[in-house]
């Protein structure tokens, strides 16, 4: 193939991928200019062998620093990862190789996760060989203390909290769970891979209500992705625990790398989505985070008085910039599907069964008035 037919068969199937404008289904957006432009700049560096890229090491070392700072440690340690998958994993493993050194083995451990968990703690139960018991819910969808404190039991290793979860954006009592482990001296996991860059940016009476990180003494380590709020390039995760000795719980010997040790699950790995990471933060600081959360919650406002407007209730109001909505007696799948005929791409919760709008930073005002029409036209017709 010469490089014209290449370059047009790439634009054949940049064709058929779905652009994010009309995308409210996804907790990924346009990465931030300034993210694109890093990215490109280090798109070689591997952080896998960091000693050749030395340049990268130092800006995911202040990248994680800044993220620490922004989650009330700046000495938190730890490493820009995939996302939160890779960071959710990496949590657990540390916890679990800890206790294994004091004696447990894996099939008698158990971590205690919300129902609302996202799925990767399916994929942790598989790879580490843990029981991962799912704690119930209250009414507005938190974990239920109770239910919690029922599923401990002397085998448990760590408890988990979610802060921003993935179907409704709400935020667990991570506070009362930091004192229920702080009290039995149990490793407590905040999975804020979404709510970790919105949060810290909510009006000052919301963030005390919803505190969540390490300001807490009893939370141990934080999940949060800069390729969700965070507007850096995919794959980029971070992981932070409080402690350093978690950390090194991780540490495997790379003899004939440039480094002595490693403590990422993957080798070879992005140092271009760490450039782009650390671009950001340096570029928007604290200040452009916050109009971004600002706007992005003014627009989740948005919509659900125009849903109420039109006799849709939201299933909880919104903490984080989520928004499900209670189609009462319309088929829900239906609605996504009339939806998406209509060019939205829209998506599902599972219990309660609601539609689901994320409203990430290529969501405009003018695009959520055309969406309040075709949903009002829709739930007419349905
Ligand atoms: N923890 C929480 C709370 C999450 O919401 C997610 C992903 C993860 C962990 C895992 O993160 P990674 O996917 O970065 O490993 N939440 C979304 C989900 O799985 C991710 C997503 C993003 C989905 C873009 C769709 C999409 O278009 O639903």
Request: hydrophobic fraction near 40%.
């Amino acid at each position: 193939m010469n490089r014209e037919e290449l370059e047009s068969l790439l634009a054949e199937k940049k064709r058929k991928d779905r652009p994010y404008t009309h995308v409210l289904s996804s907790m990924c957006t346009y990465p931030h200019e300034v993210a694109v432009y890093a990215h490109r700049m280090f798109i070689e560096s591997n952080l896998g062998d960091s000693g050749l890229f030395p340049g990268t090491k130092e800006m995911e070392d202040e990248a994680v620093r800044m993220i620490g700072a922004l989650l009330g440690n700046e000495n938190a340690c730890g490493y820009i990862t995939t996302g939160g998958t890779e960071s959710n994993i990496q949590a657990i493993r540390a916890i679990r190789n800890r206790k294994r050194k004091e004696g447990l083995r894996n099939n008698d451990m158990n971590i205690i996760v919300p129902e609302t968990a996202h799925f990767s703690f399916d994929k942790i139960a598989d790879i580490l060989s843990i029981e991962v018991r799912k704690a119930g819910l209250d009414h507005q969808l938190r974990v239920d203390l109770r239910s919690v404190e029922e599923l401990m039991d002397e085998h448990t290793i760590s408890l988990v909290g979610i802060a921003g979860s993935t179907e409704f954006g709400q935020v667990d009592p991570i506070k009362e769970l930091a004192e229920i482990a702080e009290d039995r001296g149990i490793f407590l996991h905040v999975d804020a891979a979404f709510g970790g860059f919105v949060i810290p940016f909510l009006p000052e009476r919301e963030r005390s209500k919803y505190r969540f990180d390490f300001s807490l003494d009893g939370v141990s380590s934080i999940s949060i992705d800069p390729h969700k709020m965070g507007m850096s390039t995919i794959p980029a995760g971070c992981l932070l625990f409080r402690d350093e000795s978690y950390l090194k719980e991780l540490a495997v010997p790379t003899p004939y790398l440039t480094t002595r040790e490693q403590y990422s699950l993957i080798g070879t790995r992005s140092g271009a989505s760490a450039a782009a990471t650390f671009a950001v933060l340096k570029y928007l600081g604290i200040e452009g985070l916050h109009a971004v959360v600002e706007e992005c919650m003014r627009l989740t406002r948005f919509l659900v008085d125009g849903a109420r407007r039109l006799g849709i209730q939201p299933v909880i109001e919104p903490v984080t910039n989520v928004v499900t909505l209670q189609l009462a007696d319309r088929d829900v799948d239906r609605t996504v599907h009339a939806l998406r005929e209509r060019g939205w791409e829209v998506s599902t919760t599972r219990s309660p069964k609601a539609l689901r709008m994320v409203i990430m930073p290529h969501v405009t005002e003018e695009l959520l008035k055309q969406f309040l029409e075709d949903l009002s036209d829709v739930y007419a017709s349905n």
